[in-house]
């Protein structure tokens, strides 16, 4: 009689039963259809049997798929099902194989699959989307759980595969892996004749989760912006996309690796999107995708890339085991962000940066409300869609707690557990509690440390809802910021007293002009709509290509229900798409 072995499954939003099968390889080969605006193509999955003879199903994360058909070895497969769909999850795939699996048994399942209109995870632009409007784009967003909705997978972060890409497009491609080559050909298979198209081929050696799986294609140019780095993107934004990122990203780069290791993933590159895209950035490997909205003439939002390139080590080589632990992720993201600021730009900053995402977290918990589930370190998904409980919590919170162990621990013994964490989980996925463990145990021989980290509450910092305890912040960066805005509190421009004048903030990074005027929209007596006027006059604010400037300033506007904002605020709505702007808006 076979052993029985028990793999708990940790993650909640997939209908896959990876305590039984794990995906060790994937290939996919896609078509991308710019006329039927889909993917069609199959996708090769190498599994592994991690238990022994416990069942003879594999199932599959698939969401809105059309799927035509599915063989092992070359051999065609009848005993396949499409289960009903079980929200907000999607619809398992159910490939019942001839014999309950073997232990470390190897199978190679090919299905062949084309995507939907009701695809979650591609977005397709016409030309005129587009900034030069002469040809089509797409591109993905998989995470959380949207890589299902492009092909069959075991779409958890708790399961990492190797990748080969193989892409036919009549555009360039862009995917999460090192290219490999590029081959023309014609394609006869579409309905208005042949099209000129070519096979781009990748390939991704370091596992990945299949929330990074990543593909773009669009009339994309591309340009260095260091020794191991390129920029691509439009051909009319290429030349500022270059300039804003040429001067900072090798330095960022440096930084990391000196708090963790070298990187890793060879090259790593900005793809900048069109507008429409809804977030600051997505850690793609290989290739950051990000906002449009970085590009702002100044240089002075691209910590986005400082955040995305931290990913390289935490999220994409670390990962955490399910959305539930989105902190592990987040958390020491935004850790390590700060740490390469205040390396780059002094201590005093990565305050600062903590001071503005110290208010988005206090947004955030104001929002959900002060006992809701979603403001956990470790919330609870089963049953719930984790794009639901996507807010700054996991990336404000995490910090909090991980800049709380560091001054805890103290910053000179903590620098010696990064490199050790990254090391240990490199390639792995894990949950709060191995990250709970793997601490206390690197620091067991220290009596010091460790009687300090008996001290830590840790049930309360990963179940209590709410805002963490706020630390003592140098405050040295936003006091002149509190400073300004007071004045405009009691500002009439008919009036004596203060006078406005662009020396004001002249001094000032962007971001210092964020908290003046988010300190503004606070005031419990609205600027009034002159008052308004003259700000966006004296500080240029009307004219300011800086959308973190220009949406704030549109909020106060707003706010004071002046008539004047209100057609630049409809414009800015036509052209951005990221929700951190949109949404205030």
Same mark, same amino acid.
């Given at each position: 009689?076979?052993?029985?072995?028990?793999?708990?499954?940790?993650?909640?939003?997939?209908?896959?039963?990876?305590?039984?099968?794990?995906?060790?390889?994937?290939?996919?080969?896609?078509? =991308?259809?710019?006329?039927?605006?889909?993917?069609?193509?199959?996708?090769?999955?190498?599994?592994?049997? =991690?238990?022994?003879?416990?069942?003879?199903?594999?199932?599959? %994360?698939?969401?809105?798929? %059309?799927? /035509?058909?599915?063989?092992?070895?070359?051999?065609?497969?009848?005993?396949?099902?499409?289960?009903?769909?079980?929200?907000?999850?999607? *619809?398992?795939?159910? =490939?019942?194989?001839?014999?309950?699996?073997?232990?470390? $048994?190897?199978?190679?399942?090919? !299905?062949?699959?084309?995507?939907?209109?009701?695809?979650?995870?591609?977005?397709?632009?016409?030309?005129?989307?587009?900034?030069?409007?002469?040809?089509?784009?797409?591109?993905?967003?998989?995470?959380? !759980?949207?890589?299902?909705?492009?092909?069959?997978?075991?779409?958890?972060?708790?399961?990492?595969?190797?990748?080969?890409?193989?892409?036919? *497009?009549?555009?360039?491609?862009?995917?999460?892996?090192?290219?490999?080559?590029?081959?023309?050909?014609?394609?006869?298979?579409?309905?208005?004749?042949?099209?000129?198209?070519?096979?781009?081929?990748?390939?991704?050696?370091?596992?990945?989760?299949?929330?990074?799986?990543?593909?773009?294609?669009?009339?994309? *140019?591309?340009?260095? =912006?260091?020794?191991?780095?390129?920029?691509?993107?439009?051909?009319?934004?290429?030349?500022? #996309?270059?300039?804003?990122?040429?001067?900072?990203?090798?330095?960022?780069?440096?930084?990391?690796?000196?708090?963790?290791?070298?990187?890793?993933?060879?090259?790593?590159?900005?793809?900048?999107?069109?507008?429409?895209?809804?977030?600051?950035?997505?850690?793609?490997?290989?290739?950051? +995708?990000?906002?449009?909205?970085? !590009? #702002?003439?100044? @240089?002075?939002?691209?910590?986005?890339?400082?955040?995305?390139?931290?990913?390289?080590? #935490?999220?994409?080589?670390?990962?955490?085991?399910?959305?539930?632990?989105?902190?592990?992720? $987040?958390?020491?993201?935004?850790?390590?962000?700060?740490?390469?600021?205040?390396?780059?730009?002094?201590?005093?900053?990565?305050?600062?940066?903590?001071?503005?995402?110290?208010?988005?977290?206090?947004? #955030?918990?104001?929002?959900?409300?002060?006992?809701?589930?979603?403001? /956990?370190?470790?919330?609870?998904?089963?049953?719930?869609?984790? %794009?639901?409980? +996507?807010?700054?919590?996991?990336?404000?919170?995490?910090?909090?707690?991980?800049?709380?162990?560091?001054?805890?621990?103290?910053?000179?013994?903590?620098?010696?557990?990064?490199?050790?964490?990254?090391?240990?989980?490199?390639?792995?996925?894990?949950?709060?509690?191995?990250?709970?463990?793997?601490?206390?145990?690197?620091? $067991?021989?220290? /009596?010091?440390?460790?009687?300090?980290?008996?001290?830590?509450?840790?049930?309360?910092?990963?179940?209590?809802?709410?805002?963490?305890?706020?630390?003592?912040?140098?405050?040295?960066?936003?006091?002149?910021?509190?400073?300004?805005?007071?004045?405009?509190?009691?500002?009439?421009?008919?009036?004596?007293?203060?006078?406005?004048?662009?020396?004001?903030?002249?001094?000032?990074?962007?971001?210092?002009?964020?908290?003046?005027?988010?300190? !503004?929209?606070?005031?419990?007596?609205?600027?009034?709509?002159?008052?308004?006027?003259?700000?966006?006059?004296?500080? *240029?604010?009307?004219?300011?290509?800086?959308?973190?400037?220009?949406? @704030?300033?549109?909020?106060?506007?707003?706010?004071?229900?002046?008539? $004047?904002?209100?057609?630049?605020?409809?414009?800015?709505?036509?052209?951005?798409?990221?929700? /951190?702007?949109?949404?205030?808006?």
């Amino acid at each position: 009689m076979a052993s029985t072995t028990i793999n708990a499954p940790r993650d909640p939003n997939t209908l896959s039963n990876y305590n039984n099968f794990l995906t060790t390889h994937t290939t996919a080969h896609f078509k =991308i259809d710019f006329e039927k605006n889909r993917l069609e193509g199959n996708v090769i999955l190498k599994l592994i049997s =991690i238990s022994d003879s416990e069942t003879k199903d594999v199932l599959l %994360d698939t969401s809105y798929l %059309d799927i /035509k058909n599915v063989s092992l070895k070359d051999q065609t497969l009848s005993n396949w099902q499409l289960l009903p769909r079980f929200e907000p999850y999607g *619809s398992a795939l159910k =490939i019942s194989l001839e014999k309950e699996a073997r232990k470390d $048994e190897i199978f190679e399942i090919n !299905i062949q699959v084309q995507t939907t209109d009701k695809c979650t995870a591609l977005q397709w632009l016409t030309p005129t989307q587009t900034s030069n409007k002469k040809h089509p784009y797409m591109f993905s967003q998989c995470q959380a !759980i949207h890589a299902r909705s492009i092909f069959p997978c075991q779409d958890t972060p708790d399961v990492k595969s190797t990748f080969d890409f193989n892409i036919r *497009s009549p555009l360039p491609v862009i995917a999460s892996g090192l290219p490999t080559g590029i081959s023309k050909d014609t394609d006869r298979g579409s309905d208005n004749g042949a099209i000129e198209t070519s096979l781009y081929t990748f390939k991704q050696e370091i596992p990945i989760p299949s929330y990074l799986f990543a593909l773009a294609s669009g009339d994309i *140019s591309t340009a260095p =912006i260091g020794p191991r780095s390129t920029v691509a993107t439009g051909p009319e934004e290429l030349s500022a #996309s270059q300039w804003e990122l040429e001067s900072s990203t090798e330095n960022f780069i440096q930084v990391a690796e000196s708090l963790i290791y070298p990187y890793a993933w060879t090259t790593y590159n900005v793809l900048i999107l069109p507008p429409s895209f809804p977030y600051g950035g997505m850690e793609n490997p290989i290739y950051t +995708f990000a906002t449009p909205t970085i !590009i #702002s003439g100044d @240089r002075q939002n691209i910590d986005v890339i400082a955040h995305e390139l931290s990913h390289s080590w #935490s999220g994409n080589l670390v990962s955490n085991a399910s959305w539930e632990h989105f902190w592990l992720n $987040e958390g020491w993201t935004t850790y390590l962000e700060r740490r390469i600021q205040a390396k780059v730009h002094g201590e005093a900053q990565r305050h600062f940066s903590a001071i503005i995402g110290w208010k988005a977290l206090s947004d #955030s918990v104001r929002e959900f409300g002060e006992g809701h589930e979603f403001t /956990k370190l470790i919330v609870g998904l089963k049953g719930k869609d984790p %794009d639901d409980a +996507f807010s700054s919590v996991p990336y404000e919170k995490g910090f909090h707690f991980l800049w709380y162990l560091e001054r805890l621990v103290g910053k000179e013994k903590w620098d010696t557990f990064i490199p050790h964490y990254f090391t240990k989980y490199k390639g792995k996925s894990l949950d709060s509690y191995d990250f709970k463990s793997t601490l206390l145990e690197f620091f $067991e021989g220290d /009596k010091v440390v460790t009687k300090k980290l008996s001290e830590v509450d840790w049930d309360t910092w990963f179940y209590k809802p709410g805002l963490p305890p706020k630390p003592d912040f140098d405050t040295s960066m936003v006091d002149t910021c509190y400073a300004l805005a007071d004045k405009w509190k009691t500002f009439d421009p008919n009036q004596g007293g203060f006078k406005p004048n662009p020396k004001d903030i002249e001094t000032w990074m962007a971001n210092q002009t964020v908290v003046f005027l988010e300190r !503004i929209q606070d005031f419990s007596q609205p600027l009034s709509k002159e008052a308004v006027h003259t700000m966006g006059q004296t500080y *240029s604010f009307t004219t300011s290509k800086n959308v973190e400037i220009v949406s @704030r300033y549109l909020a106060v506007g707003l706010i004071a229900k002046s008539e $004047e904002v209100l057609q630049p605020t409809a414009e800015l709505l036509g052209k951005v798409g990221r929700m /951190k702007f949109v949404r205030p808006l």
